[in-house]
């Protein structure tokens, strides 16, 4: 018997409403004569209203204690869904993490997942039941309750789904797929059949904010394939895989990504000597801020310019760091900028095409928009620019590589 | 070091800021030297929403289900108590009751408590911290999770301190102790230093609503002193013990208890047979209809008037019983009223003094009280009276027996 575990988000279980109406989904899919197991957050509000009863308990929260709070915004929806279930007249029982046994290491609020029983689940799937999990959470060795982290309850999911050796991971959410661009900027925007896990990758980590990279990264290493489909319209959503589409219908470019949250550093005459990067990023990654694209530009007299991205969360900090040092280093002067924006080409179809870069570069040239930083990967080349250039950037790439077309062709 | 359990009910808990009020009292008795167990029930309320939620998902709700939902009101609170703890200073561990082990049978929504196991919490108050444990819930042998029914934080606390043999269980509520008789009633009732568990259990049985009957015989029954007290305002409350007050402070009457929810029914003349009380609640008892008072008096032509009283929302469904089986008995009608109220005279001193029922009877003559029903046990004295002579039947008792005077002497 086919085995899916679906998984809805915290929107898609907001009300009981909604609640029932996951309860038909997951009852059409037992019509068709499928296994289910249910992943599911808490009720959409729910864990912002424990966190703010946290903050108004402990200044810093205990993070043992944060997790036995946050946990039970899940434990209400597993309950709440069962009942639906059972409602409709389908079989259907609860777990928690720690009823499972959703075995995780110790790091409370971001925990990792070490191992899964099945037991229970096989016996009641067994019984014809429609077997609920709480998403987000698990249990330590010592009986402790953890939490997976931000996008959590994707990686309970998959997680599941791996040790089930399920067919699919079926995440609903309120999107129905992957998209070649956000469609709020492109009205173009296709939603795509199929993608590889390491495009997935980089539309996410580049600001596709569909699925948590940890879930597809999880998802990748188990080889289990995922879809990301709505929980509100039908649809056969965007299936997550290994195997690239084949054939005419092979793209060479997936889609665009774009990433607003980046600040851009220079540091501006920098001597060029070996070891000056160590002597840069050095005392940033010290402070603990994680730094994206790096470029270092040879200049003419010896000296060098040396550009790095941060968070913008963290750009001021970075900023100091910079200027602190600059002396030392026996650099010019320490500069940067907030108003940045950087655009990717993500498909692994570029691998084995040359050409992709110099098209892009022309697409960009051709309205007029300066590049300020490149940077290139296997499957992926992203440019940083103003970003009062964000919108026309996407749009006259998704037109240049003929995005919005299915079987795309340069 | 003295360890005593404390237990806060759900208006003690009812937002932060009485969390917090709840930790300041929790902290002064650790600078007391006292080593402290918490038990804690869902934040006010908050059982409500969680009862709302699951009828809206089913209509007649999953029992385990229900407790999978439910235990979440007091995960809630226990987490949010460590925290406050632990703001001001005070180490504390939360654990549900799953994570302490308070092991119970399957019965959900209203489990009794097998076993409990206390390593963890023994070596938790041996590292000086304050252990907090959510009321009210518990776990079957097989990871399932239960509820102990109303008023299940006091059976958690009771056993908590059966379990770990503490000095004391306080329970923290918000009335400050057991009184002589509602105060809102007769404004001179007055507070009692100590009362015994058989006293308390007839105070409660009768209306006082301050403990759940349940966990004042299991007190008892493990010999654990329970004192009630106030988590508003400062003072010592009631103990409730096997020791009675002892010499010229012991009195005859320690309080008088009232219960407005009973109805009365009678059938009248029935021929005054062997076996015919069988055969009138016979039917009465296999409709699940609890009886309280049961009174016959034998008539002089040969036939009996027989009297009971039952739950004022039983009393239709009694009715109908009574007026089906009226002619298979040769009984002339089957009568009730609901406007009855019943007061007792609650003391373990009358055992060993005669007198009293006269005593009492003779102050409700004395206000023109017509007695309905009477019925006595060893430690109390109960009638039925009109409901319109509550107020002053228990006034009048109250002054009779000069309960408002600490050292009661009749």
Redesign the interface.
């Known amino acids: 018997m086919a085995l899916y575990v679906h998984k809805y988000g915290g929107t898609s279980v907001g009300t009981?409403e909604r609640?029932?109406h996951v309860a038909d989904n997951v009852i059409q899919a037992r019509q068709r004569g499928e296994d289910v197991v249910v992943v599911v957050s808490a009720m959409s509000g729910e864990t912002n209203r424990?966190v703010a009863?946290?903050h108004?308990?402990?200044?810093r929260?205990?993070i043992?204690?944060?997790d036995?709070?946050l946990?039970?915004g899940e434990?209400?929806t597993?309950?709440?869904?069962?009942?639906?279930l059972?409602?409709k007249g389908c079989e259907a029982?609860?777990y928690?993490g720690?009823?499972v046994r959703i075995l995780t290491d110790r790091a409370h609020t971001k925990a990792r997942i070490e191992d899964i029983d099945t037991e229970r689940m096989r016996a009641d799937l067994a019984q014809g039941r429609v077997v609920v999990v709480a998403g987000f959470q698990g249990v330590t060795a010592d009986?402790?309750?953890t939490t997976l982290g931000r996008g959590g309850s994707d990686t309970t999911a998959v997680a599941l789904a791996a040790a089930l050796k399920a067919d699919e991971c079926l995440i609903y959410t309120d999107v129905d797929g992957v998209y070649t661009t956000d469609p709020r900027i492109e009205p173009k925007a296709r939603r795509l059949e199929r993608i590889t896990f390491e495009e997935m990758l980089e539309m996410a980590s580049q600001g596709s904010k569909v699925l948590q990279i940890r879930s597809v990264e999880f998802a990748g290493k188990y080889n289990v394939p995922l879809r990301v489909l709505s929980s509100f319209k039908e649809g056969s959503g965007t299936l997550i895989s290994y195997e690239e589409a084949s054939g005419v219908e092979k793209p060479l470019i997936s889609g665009i990504a774009f990433n607003r949250d980046e600040a851009k550093l220079t540091i501006l005459g920098v001597p060029d000597r070996p070891g000056i990067a160590y002597k840069i990023l050095g005392p940033i990654a010290q402070a603990n801020i994680e730094v994206d694209m790096i470029v270092q530009n040879v200049g003419e007299d010896g000296s060098t310019d040396f550009t790095f991205t941060v968070h913008r969360n963290e750009y001021k900090r970075a900023l100091e760091i910079l200027q602190n040092i600059c002396a030392d280093l026996g650099a010019r002067e320490a500069a940067g900028d907030t108003a940045i924006v950087k655009v990717s080409l993500v498909g692994v179809g570029m691998r084995s095409h040359a050409g992709i870069a110099a098209q892009m570069f022309e697409a960009l040239a051709g309205e007029g928009i300066n590049i300020q930083m490149i940077s290139t990967s296997e499957i992926k080349i992203s440019v940083v620019l103003n970003e009062k250039y964000l919108e026309l950037a996407v749009r006259s790439l998704h037109e240049a590589f003929h995005l919005d077309q299915a079987a795309a062709a340069a």
Chains 1, 2 share one sequence.
């Open positions: 009981v609640i029932k424990l009863l946290a108004e308990a402990q200044e929260p205990n043992r204690e944060m036995v709070l946990s039970t434990q209400v597993i309950a709440l869904l069962s009942m639906a059972q409602q029982r609860s928690t720690a009823q009986g402790d309750i």
